[in-house]
């Protein structure tokens, strides 16, 4: 009995220690992993990253922090995944709006977004990033 006793103890421990921990998802580990700096920021399939253009301001390093903050190339603000971790909101009290964009990949060595930037006509966007 004795014995039984002595080994039920670090099992106990190890299953209190462990309930107290969130897990964090795959693509959460992955987009905090390490700062991503823009590949490409392209508007309407067109370069847009250029002084005065639509997505200057993005150009740039892009941190997305565990605590739900982040630097966004010149933007600072919060993000968090909506839809199943679908998608990414970005907000920033420099940004109009906030905006959320659409996860096309998200891998160790590659970032790419999309998303419907609102005015008329409707500016399709997407930006690739990569880690820095």
Not at 31 to 58: N, Y
Request: charge should be neutral; charged fraction near 20%; proline fraction near 6%.
């Amino acid at each position: 009995m004795k014995k039984v006793v002595l080994l039920l103890i670090p099992v106990m421990v190890m299953l209190v220690a462990s309930c107290g921990k969130d897990k964090e998802s795959e693509r959460f580990t992955l987009l905090t992993a390490h700062v991503w700096t823009s590949d490409s920021l392209l508007a309407d399939g067109v370069d847009a990253s250029g002084p005065g253009q639509i997505l200057e301001k993005f150009k740039g390093d892009v941190t997305f922090r565990k605590d739900g903050t982040g630097t966004f190339g010149q933007y600072s603000g919060t993000w968090l995944f909506t839809d199943n971790e679908a998608n990414l909101a970005i907000d920033s009290p420099d940004l109009p709006l906030p905006l959320t964009t659409h996860i096309v990949e998200l891998k160790a060595a590659s970032l790419k977004v999309t998303f419907a930037f609102p005015s008329v006509p409707v500016v399709n966007v997407r930006m690739t990033f990569k880690p820095k």
